[in-house]
């Protein structure tokens, strides 16, 4: 899927022990509510990522509320 896109997963964003920890909030697609429902963060893709490993840093933007 390389491409010049940006990608957004929803995720859940958690604080333990002092560092920040976010895991996906499972299916993605833009009809399903509650993975959207259940998030308190997206998760920022660059389009040429195809994978994440545990455990690797990335960027979130929060979601107010």
Request: proline share 7%; glycine share 10%.
């Given at each position: 899927?390389?491409?010049?896109?940006?990608?957004?997963?929803r995720g859940l964003l958690e604080k333990?022990?002092?560092?920040?920890?976010?895991?996906?909030?499972?299916?993605?697609?833009?009809?399903?509510?509650?993975?959207?429902?259940?998030?308190?963060?997206?998760?920022?893709?660059?389009?040429?990522?195809?994978?994440?490993?545990?455990?690797?840093?990335?960027?979130?933007?929060?979601?107010?509320?």
């Open positions: 899927r390389p491409d010049s896109k940006t990608y957004f997963l333990k022990d002092g560092s920040f920890y976010v895991k996906s909030r499972g299916t993605q697609g833009s009809h399903i509510l509650r993975s959207f429902a259940l998030s308190n963060c997206l998760i920022i893709v660059p389009g040429y990522v195809t994978h994440i490993p545990e455990g690797s840093r990335v960027n979130v933007h929060l979601i107010p509320g």
